[in-house]
């Protein structure tokens, strides 16, 4: 437990003082980040949240990690979300490259760095251009998109930030990636919305060696 310095019998140093106030809680607020919905030992776990790890490993062995643990603390939705992550990334009907394309907008809207982190190199080696990703990065719109991405882009921006897509949208999405192409579209948002809140809210940190390259969320 983190608790404030008490007042000393002698009169502190004003300087001294001011940094102890400034620096205190910050160490309070970092201790308090650790220890947000880490992970479960296997000796505290609930029968169905070790049933629902023994399913997770069969289609990865390596166990869950990062915002897993928040969904293990609700098991029966563990293996549903697996299932979503997995057609996601093997059965979408929008291809690799804008499937990533869409995952990164949906990171950008939260400033999530970890999904963001995840998933930029593969969106690159699928064809997306680094000028797009350092643009979609700084919050500005990409210029020079491909057809799909500009679409792809304005579909998932307007669904973000106006809760709703307009007709126009809806109808050049639905002539260019049909009825299930708009379902995935919608499923991505959805999906990386709710990971990157998790995130957010766990402050899952990034690999030591990441860059970071999105606005910081707040602290």
Request: net charge neutral; glycine share 4%; with cysteine.
């Amino acid at each position: 437990m983190c608790h404030m310095a008490t007042r000393s019998k002698e009169t502190p140093n004003p300087g001294v003082l001011a940094i102890v106030v400034f620096l205190v809680p910050l160490a309070c607020m970092n201790v308090g980040a650790q220890e947000r919905l880490a992970p479960i030992p296997e000796a505290k776990m609930t029968e169905a949240q070790k049933k629902a790890v023994e399913e997770y490993k069969l289609a990865r062995p390596s166990g869950p990690n990062k915002f897993w643990w928040l969904y293990l603390r609700i098991p029966e939705v563990t293996i549903p979300f697996l299932r979503i992550q997995e057609h996601v990334h093997m059965n979408s009907r929008l291809g690799e490259r804008l499937t990533h394309f869409g995952i990164l907008i949906a990171a950008k809207q939260w400033n999530q760095e970890v999904v963001w982190s995840l998933h930029y190199d593969d969106a690159i080696k699928s064809g997306l251009k680094v000028e797009t990703l350092k643009s979609l990065a700084e919050g500005r719109r990409p210029e020079h998109m491909a057809e799909d991405e500009d679409l792809l882009y304005d579909f998932s921006i307007e669904l973000q930030r106006n809760q709703s897509v307009s007709d126009a949208t809806y109808a050049r999405a639905l002539s260019k990636f049909g009825e299930e192409g708009i379902a995935d579209a919608t499923l991505i948002q959805g999906e990386y919305t709710l990971m990157s809140m998790i995130m957010n809210l766990q402050r899952t940190p990034t690999a030591p060696d990441w860059k970071p390259l999105l606005s910081h969320y707040p602290r």
